[in-house]
């Protein structure tokens, strides 16, 4: 399991005929992929292609469309990749081996067992509250602004956000949002309240400044008594499921 | 860091049954916000809950009797202007205020 942040994006390119041993090179490699255990890794045929033999590999070239180019990918993390790559070495014999830096935003998996809750832990320590004033109606990019906000505030993993909707209020444009009593107005005022340690603050204040046009931002000193699941651990994770 | 002001956030709780010259308690501090040139208020009606009068507040079938929060952040001055001016309009009720920072945008711009 891939977590994130940095991790570097390893790319192999050899032809598909080449043999290693009793099979061919590309899938030597991804079973040795496998079997190190790397987060995932994906072969690709390109349509067409050339390498150092000056020779162009395309269906129409090829009798039998067999010596075409074979990409692999994979994203692991700087050590892994390390451990990895003087195997990946003795193995391409014919081909290119490419490593780059990348970042990783996210590496989800869906259906694997949830991963077992530790006992509750408890974060204690001054944290700040933030409140953010809008309106329902106001958009960014076609979407309402409040979900922009909260979308981005977890991406960041921001402890915890809740927007809530008012009947009344007024704000910067002095216009009133009311709530009418036969018809679901959809311009009522919106308050979404953030808690999370001091030491986030600037970092949320940056993110949701540059996404509001026109707004207020209320910041209060508080105190979090926070229960949580703490987080598991990369052992947890990495741990394989129990037979079933 | 972004440029902050300091400010007061005062926040008022009472039932939507309370009334004020007949009109709803939260509509006429509204309409008093607004005569005063205070920046800005909002009003938010809770689901459920309880207060001096140890009833329940909740939603009924014919009447709505929820709590109302409302909130406003504006100066110091302004605020006890305000008071002085609803203190007589709320009767059962809570009034709280407190210290906090306030970063304000208008057009994409910060205002300093």
New interface residues.
């Given amino acids: 399991m891939l977590s994130r942040g940095a991790a570097k994006k390893v790319t192999i390119y050899v032809n598909e005929d080449t043999r290693r041993h009793m099979d061919t090179l590309w899938s030597a490699i991804l079973r040795f992929l496998r079997h190190k255990r790397v987060a995932g890794a994906t072969a690709l045929r390109p349509i067409a292609g050339f390498g150092s033999h000056e020779v162009i590999h395309s269906p129409g070239e090829e009798v039998r469309g067999e010596h075409m180019p074979v990409r692999i990918e994979f994203i692991e993390s700087a050590e892994k990749v390390d451990e990895l790559l003087p195997t990946l070495y003795e193995m391409v014999e014919d081909g290119l081996i490419e490593v780059q830096d990348t970042h990783m935003v996210k590496a989800a998996v869906k259906g694997r067992n949830p991963v077992p809750h530790t006992p509750h832990a408890e974060i204690k320590g001054p944290a700040k509250m933030i409140r953010i004033?809008l309106g329902e109606a106001d958009r960014l990019n076609g979407e309402p602004l409040f979900e922009a906000i909260v979308k981005r505030l977890m991406m960041m993993e921001v402890a915890g956000a809740t927007v809530?909707?008012?009947?009344?209020?007024?704000?910067?444009k002095?216009h009133?949002h009311k709530e009418a009593r036969f018809r679901i107005s959809s311009d009522l005022?919106i308050?979404i309240s953030v808690v999370d340690t001091s030491s986030r603050t600037?970092e949320i204040?940056?993110a949701v400044?540059s996404m509001?046009?026109?707004?207020?931002?209320?910041?209060?000193?508080v105190e979090a008594h926070r229960f949580t699941h703490s987080l598991p651990t990369q052992e947890v994770i990495n741990a394989p499921a129990p037979a079933s | 860091?972004?440029p902050?002001q300091p400010?007061k956030?005062l926040h008022l709780h009472f039932s939507e049954e309370d009334r004020y010259d007949n009109v709803p308690l939260?509509?006429a501090i509204?309409k008093t916000?607004?005569d005063l040139g205070i920046?800005?208020?909002?009003?938010?009606?809770g689901l459920e809950g309880y207060g001096e009068s140890a009833a329940l507040h909740r939603r009924r079938v014919l009447a709505r009797d929820q709590p109302i929060v409302v909130?406003i952040?504006e100066s110091p001055e302004n605020i006890d202007k305000l008071m002085a001016r609803i203190g007589k309009m709320l009767g059962a009720g809570i009034t709280a205020i407190?210290?906090?920072?306030?970063?304000?945008?208008?057009?994409?711009a910060?205002q300093k």
């Fill in positions: 004033f809530y909707r008012g009947i009344l209020g007024y704000g910067a002095r009133t005022p308050v600037e204040l940056d400044a509001l046009q026109d707004g207020l931002i209320v910041i209060s000193e | 860091m972004l902050r400010a956030l939260h509509e509204a916000c607004l920046a800005g208020m909002t009003v938010f009606r909130t952040v407190s210290d906090v920072e306030t970063i304000r945008i208008q057009n994409g910060i």
